[in-house]
């Protein structure tokens, strides 16, 4: 088929089983692709359940198939339709595949899973790549220790995706700090697919209507941030604990418990927090980042969004990483406070108000992120912009190009 577009395009899945990680990831990625190239326009592909709440800049849309979520026992399940997870997956796979045959994308971009979820996407891999599609695999810069990527990625058959149909991988970090496939042996075709891109710097967004800030956020505040929540009942217990044993902190406190975290636990910490004159609790705030800016630290996980919020916008913080079921916050955090980056406290399960209460009463002493000079660290968006131009701005030249496209 000839075809005269002048139109990059940019397709982006993420598979979002939970939590908000992969969405904002992708989100921040397709905001900074339309303010370069200015022809060009970006889907995202996600089974989030809430990314209708964010605000998409102009040209920026997305498709949502259906959502599932992750059991205890390491199995899916379809989470809110009434069907088995096998039809639920062969109905996100047609959406993904329908949606890249139509939308005939310039470059997919997949984040995090080379397969996708139980491998959906690689029909779709196997339909774009003889097209001409530029097909890149994304990867955040710690995926997990090697001793369990590497049988997990064995079981997914994942190396045949990667030496055949991925073009590039991305790593959006930087090996200083971490090598996502430390440990996997890898082939030296895979090998040579690699760029550490450095992470990728946030924005204050600009909302489409003025932005309600708690009160709290009127004064020196720290936040307290979980991202989606669902795994983050163990900070704020602490955090919580610390102001009720000391009223005299620094600080006041905003919580943001996070969409995901369990509705009694949430009541919980909320009636909690309302005994206590120096702390506020919101579940959710759709412009994290106004927060973010507006506060004098912020204590958090240390996902991957958060550190790059965190290195950003210049805050002082302290991570308390989640251990379990992956180490890939603490394998972070650990290399972050090393270089003097952020400080770090290890979740113990006692959480001992004493301990927290100290690690809140230093933290303004600590170094900002800026102070540390580690070249390349914010860089990520202005590299992905440049590993994305040869795609999207021959796209939009005036000579027709042809491109086939395989039933």
Known sequence: MTSRRKNGRVLIYSHDTFGLGHLRRCRTIAHSLVDRFRQTSVLILSGSPIIGSFDFRSRVDFVRVPGVIKLRNGEYTSLNLHLDIEQTLSMRASIIRHTAD??????????????GLRGEVLDTLEMLKPRGTRLVLGLRDVMDEPRLLQPEWERKNVLPALRDLYDSIWIYGLPQICDPLEGIALPARVQQKMTYTGYLPRELPQPSAPTRLPEITQRPYLLVTTGGGGDGEGLIEWVLRAYEHDQLLPYPALLVLGPFMQPERQREFMDRAARLKRVDVITFHNHLEALLARAAGVVAMGGYNTFCEVLSL???????????PRLEQFIRASRAAKLGLVSMQVDDGRYDPAVMAAALRALPRQKRPSEVVVPGLLEGLKNVARLVAPWVEAAQDEVPHIRSRTA
Request: proline share 12%.
């Open 102 to 115: 139509i939308f005939d994308p310039d470059l997919f971009i997949v984040d995090k899973e080379p397969m």
């Open 314 to 324: 210049d805050k002082r913080a302290l991570i308390v990483p989640r251990i379990a």
